[in-house]
C-alpha cells in the first residue's frame, strides 16, 4: 500500500505543472512543484533587476553597473553615500513592506478560502491607519510614535475581528463579513478624526495615509527586517497545515491538525506582518490583495503559494515604485497611488471574473 502511494504521488501533475518527490536520507521526502520553484526564481530575477534599476534611478542617475559595483563596496565616496544612505534603505524597505503583505495577503485568503480576504478588505490597513492617525492628530506624535501607533492600532483591529467572527471556531465568509463591517466602522473614524485635525496635522495624516516609500531610511528598514526573520519561518514551519485546513475542518482534525491553534497562529503573523509593513510605508492599498492571486494563476498550485506571494509582492510594490519616478515626468507618485490604479482594476476584473463563474 506504500509503495502504490508513493508511485500515485510521484505521477501526480496539477494543471500541466509536474511534481517530484525528493527523497533525503533517513526516509524524509518531500514534493518538489518544478512550475512553482521556476516562478519563484523568475519573480527573484525580475525584483533584483528592477531593485538595481530603482537604485540608479533619480535626480542623479548612475548606471547599473556602477549601482552592482558600490553594493560590492568598489564605488567613489559619492557614489557609496547616494547608494548606501538615500536609495538602498528605501528600495529595501519596498522589498520587506510588498514581501510582507503579499505573505499576509496569502494568509488571510488561506484562512478564509476567498479571494477577497485580504488585509485591504478585511479592515487591518485601515485599523493601522487609525493608529497613527491618533497618534499624528491627536498627540502630535513623531514618526517613531506613528509607528508604534499603526502597529497597535492594527493588532487591535485583527482582536477585534477574530473575537467577533468566532462562533465555534472562526469560518471563511463569517471572517469576510466582520472584517468588511469592522472595516466600515474604522474607515468612518479615520475620517472623523481628519476633520477634527488642524491643517497641518491633517496635511501630515493625508500624506501619510496614501503611502509612500519617500524618504524611508534604515530606520524603517531594521525593525521590519527583524519582524520578517521572526515571522516566516513560523509562517512556512505552518505552511502543511494551512494547506491541509482548506480541504474542511473534519477533514484536518481527522489528520491530525489543530486547526484554530494554526489559525491562531498565522492570522497574528498576519496581523504583524500587515501592521508592521503599513506602520514603515503607510497602508500601500491592494498589493495583499492581488499578489497572491497573480502567484497562483502563475504557478498553478493549490494550496496558499506562500514563498511564490512574498517573491509577488516585493516585485509589484518595487515595480510600481519605479513607474512611479519614471512615468511621471517630474510629477513623482507616492507608490500608493500607483498600486491603487492597478489594484483597483484587477478588483473590478477578478469580480466580474467570479460572477462569470457562478461564484458571486
Sequence with gaps: MKS????????????????????APGGLSFRLDVRALVVVGALLLTVLTASVALIGTGDFPIPAGDVLKTLLGDGNAGQEF????LRLPRVLVGLLVGASLGLGGALFQAISRNPLGSPDVLGLSQGSTAGALVMIVLFSGSAGA??????????????????????????????????????????????????????????????????????????????LLWLCAVLVPVVVANGRALRMTEMGDDVSYALGVRVERVRLVLMLA????????TAAAG????????????????????????VASMCMGATLLIVADWASQRLFGADQLPVGVVTGVLGGVYLLWLLVTERKAGRI
Design 4 to 23: 502504490n502511494l508513493v508511485r500515485s504521488v510521484r505521477s501526480v501533475q496539477r494543471d500541466g505543472g509536474p511534481n517530484r518527490v525528493l527523497r
Design 82 to 85: 547616494i547608494v548606501n544612505e
Design 146 to 223: 506613528v509607528t508604534v501607533g499603526a502597529l497597535v492600532g492594527g493588532l487591535v483591529t485583527g482582536i477585534a475581528i477574530y473575537l467577533l467572527a468566532w462562533k465555534q471556531g472562526v469560518h471563511g465568509y463569517r471572517l469576510v463579513l466582520v472584517g468588511i463591517g469592522v472595516s466600515a466602522v474604522v474607515t468612518a473614524v479615520n475620517g472623523y478624526l481628519i476633520t477634527k485635525a488642524d491643517l497641518v496635522d491633517a496635511a501630515r495624516a493625508v500624506v501619510w495615509m496614501t503611502g509612500s516609500l519617500n524618504g524611508r531610511g534604515w530606520d524603517q528598514v531594521w525593525p
Design 270 to 277: 498576519a496581523v504583524l506582518l500587515t501592521a508592521a509593513a
Design 283 to 306: 497602508p500601500v492599498g491592494f498589493v495583499a490583495l492581488t499578489a497572491p492571486q497573480l502567484a497562483r494563476r502563475l504557478t498553478r498550485s493549490p494550496g496558499p503559494n506562500l
